[in-house]
């Protein structure tokens, strides 16, 4: 912390000298002569406000998680359907042996019971 009888502390630009302005503003550098721009300190942020920022971070994050998941599950749903799908026939072609004769024993058994 600067003593407040030297005013702030400065580093010139120019020649990176460390100086006191002295309370001089501009404040100038006593080795090359150089004017140093005073900077405005940044404000500093309240507890709520970090606390407030953490908060919204952590929503977004679980939210992420969430909607991996849910995509994740989404996924293998589709895979498992498709697993599913693939012990049925979708056209009489895939029958192996003559389609006719299976056909004409079941109709002779319909005609029979009649």
Do not use: Y
């Amino acid at each position: 912390m600067g003593k407040p009888k030297l005013g702030d502390k400065h580093i010139c630009l120019n020649c990176e000298a460390r100086f006191f302005d002295l309370g001089k503003n501009p404040a100038v550098c006593p080795k090359c002569g150089t004017e140093a721009v005073a900077e405005k300190p940044k404000k500093k942020r309240s507890q709520k406000a970090k606390a407030e920022e953490a908060a919204a971070a952590a929503a977004a994050l679980a939210e992420e998680e969430a909607a991996t998941k849910a995509s994740a599950a989404e996924e293998d749903d589709e895979d498992d359907d498709d697993d599913e799908d693939e012990g049925l026939m979708e056209d009489a072609s895939d029958i192996t042996g003559d389609a006719d004769d299976d056909l004409d024993e079941v109709l002779e058994h319909v005609k029979n019971e009649d």
